[in-house]
């Protein structure tokens, strides 16, 4: 020990310290074999204790202090000596100590009782409930001083009920509280209660008060429950669920301890061939398991297959026992989780529980590893096989929950979950999986006429059936989804005219503004899908009006859930992330720009040529759309230009050439983007835009040189652009007949109109004042008409302002009809800056 912890040190007995200690070792080793050999050295320590008193005080100070033989039993400081005059000291038992936790607990709670601290009071009573399921689990049953305090406790709540004496709000609170506990407990026990109250005495002796029901008094088990005044026995299995229970949900419990009691519970359950044993462990266990990983951002892949294996024993079991046990949202609940609810009509139980969410539950974990694990790994091709599992597990929810409960909202939720995995597929992949999923599947009861049943249908039929269950809903939570999901189907298997018609019937571009924000994202999937089925069908001008407001937006991931803007993916939030689709659900965004340019080239190059060869009103008519020709614009600004790369170089030279009228190089660098691969049918798709390219560029041509030449051969047009003979008549026809140019078709040639007047500089700026000056003159009569001028009659103002509003309207009808949807912040969607 340190000199400095040595009370009454000095420097002057340094020097017989040292020596004490140098010596100290020898003399305890010598010492050691006589003190122990017999016992007259211990009758002898008396007489050292007198020796050592009679010396100085200083020689319990310093090292001496800490000799063995001070510490020996019967030394100097022998702290026992003074306790061998009151006994010896006595071990108790687990159970004597549990009871002398539950009588200390007791005590306190007749204290706070007498002092009305019903805070106290509340506290020791939670106290001793976890001690008497300590009690319970061990099998050392229940006192009677917890019945009579019970009893007690009881009275002295209703007298203070009774007697409306107003307490502090913390005393308030706490007062309710034990009240509702103790009226709880006391139902528990309610025959130990009424004995309690016809004879009190009987709970003041420490042998247990037996109150059992006259069926069970040759059982042997102990009661451990009663409800409704009569005993019952509680089984293993149900004691050890009640107990996690009771534990659930509170701080520092283990939760993987708790999945694997469950399991243990579940095997115990199976061997006893208890069925309603067996539905409650699997209710709790496939809820623990969620709950126990709920602290992080998905569950790992083995959870999540012992929950689906679970999930299908669990309907394996419901399926096979739809006849005697059924679990619904719309069953009641018991006093206590041993005791079955009373038969129905039919002679069926049925439980209180929720298949659907677990099923839902189950396909969200799902969802979440896809987002959190890298799209380009094994990793999430491997997961993504488990789909089909997972697909056929809700078709077996869905079938077991429209037999148990009919058409319900659970239905609903599952037929949404289905649809939700197959709308974005083509037909090839839905009927695959469609297939694999019907195999060896339950056929439910009763269900011959159901319309969701879709063995051996078409993957339009499943759809459509999925699709017109969900909009006969009332909420719009199903029937938007639903509408949305058929259009974007439709879309995807080239099925454009259908879709255009759905979508535009349905008017939903009037209210998606107000909607979800994962409704609006599945708006703008389908929104840009058909502008892409129109594409494929050829329809170029719909499929540019359709793409050319969302593909211009600054915004385009956020708006179709695909990333962020402005933000890296690690600065996102878990709950901006799970607003994501997964990486297989995603609409291609280069394809998307792609699509969207070439329309843009088939569309403006013509009208650009068209543009330069009109007058200044045509030209103000033509050139209204210049989304292509900015980039044509910057091209040419540019020093040096190598050769096309990306899919905007492609195309902004095969524009070049398109002016020209070369459609055969135009085509080859158009042909040549290797995005068209990725497309179903690209030999089709390389087809109708080999054709497209031949009519604009043969308008193109006439465009550009109907001012050099007076007139041009219909046979030379068709060789040239390897057209039909009655294909190019039929193109200059219109062209004629919507005034793009002057002239005519006359034996086999076009003539263009050569007396028309050629314009000066000075003449071209005489009409553009001549256009300002009329459109002057307009507001000046509209300025009075409102009141400064000639009046007019209040009928034709209001007629005026009737057909200005119509013409309006239908204006701005005409121009949402395919406006994207703007998701923003308001419907809590993405957290970015505008």
Known sequence: MSRFFATGYTSDLSSEEEDLLSTSEEELLSSSSEEFSTDSEFENADEDDEDSDSGSDYDRVGPSYFLKKDFLKGGAHDSDSDSDNEGR??????????????????????????????????????????????????????????????????????????????????????????????????????????????????????????????????????????????????????????????????????????????????????????????????????????????????????????????????????????????????????????????????????????????????????????????????????????????????????????????????????????????????????????????????????????????????????????????????????????????????????QYTAAKDLFLESKLYQNVPQADASVQILYNRALVQLGLAAFKQGEIEESHQILSEISNSQRLKELLGQGFIGKYPSQATTAEKQKLLPFHMHINLELLECVFMTTSLLIEIPALAAAASSSTKDSKRKGGIKSFKSKLDFHDKQYFTGPPESIKDHLIYASKYLQKGNWSKAYDLVASIKIWSLVPDSELLLLMLKKQLQIEALRTYIFAYKSIFTKLSVDKLTSAFQLESTEVVSIIEKMLAAGEFQGSLEENFVNFATDAPQRSKLQELAIIMNEKVGLLNEKNEKTSANGHGRKQTTQQQQQQQKEQKEQKESLQEENSRFRYANVTTNNGEFLISA
């Open 89 to 494: 000291k006595v071990v108790k038992s687990a159970k004597e100590k549990l009871l002398d936790d539950i009588r200390e607990s007791v005590d306190s709670i007749y204290n706070s009782m007498n002092l009305e601290n019903w805070s106290a009071a509340l506290v020791e009573f939670d106290r001793l409930s976890k001690l008497l399921v300590r009690a319970n689990q061990q099998n050392f049953g229940i006192p009677n001083f917890f019945f009579k305090l019970l009893g007690q406790l009881d009275n002295n709540i209703n007298d203070a009920v009774a007697e409306k004496k107003k307490l502090p709000a913390e005393q308030s609170r706490a007062f309710n509280n034990i009240r509702q506990r103790v009226k709880k407990q006391t139902k528990e026990f309610q025959p130990y209660m009424d004995l309690y109250k016809t004879n009190p005495e009987a709970f003041d002796s420490d042998i247990p008060v037996e109150v059992v029901d006259a069926d069970q008094q040759d059982e042997k088990n102990a009661v451990v429950g009663i409800v409704s005044g009569t005993a019952r026995i509680m089984s293993p299995v149900f004691t050890g669920l009640k107990s996690i229970v009771e534990f659930r949900g509170k701080k520092n419990i283990d939760k993987f301890e708790q999945v694997s009691i469950l399991e243990k519970l579940l095997v115990d359950a199976k061997a006893g061939g208890n069925t309603f044993e067996t539905i409650s462990v699997y209710q709790m266990l496939l809820s623990a398991r969620f709950d126990a990983l709920s602290y992080q951002s998905y569950m790992p892949v083995e959870l999540w297959k012992s929950n689906e294996k679970d999930v299908n024993d669990f309907l394996a079991l419901l399926e096979q026992q739809a006849d005697k046990y059924q679990v619904s949202e719309n069953g009641k609940s018991t006093d206590d989780i041993d005791i079955e609810p009373e038969a129905n009509e039919q002679g069926v139980r049925v439980i209180l529980g929720s298949l659907s969410s677990i099923v839902e539950r189950l396909d969200d974990e799902f969802i979440k590893y896809l987002q959190n694990t890298s799209p380009h790994s094994i990793e999430y091709i491997e997961r993504l096989r488990d789909e089909a599992a997972l697909y056929k597990l809700i078709i077996r929810a869905q079938i077991y929950v429209e037999s148990t409960c009919g058409v319900c909202e659970q239905l609903a939720r599952m037929v949404l979950k289905r649809i939700d995995h197959i709308y974005y597929k083509p037909d090839q992949l839905i009927k695959l999986i469609e297939d694999a999923s019907w195999e060896g599947m339950w056929t439910g009861i009763n269900l011959s006429e159901s319309g969701l049943i879709t063995k051996d249908k078409s993957p339009h039929d499943v759809v459509k059936a999925l699709s017109n269950f969900l909009g006969a809903r009332d909420s719009p939570v199903y029937t938007k989804p639903a509408l949305l999901c058929y259009v974007y189907y439709l879309a995807v298997n080239n």
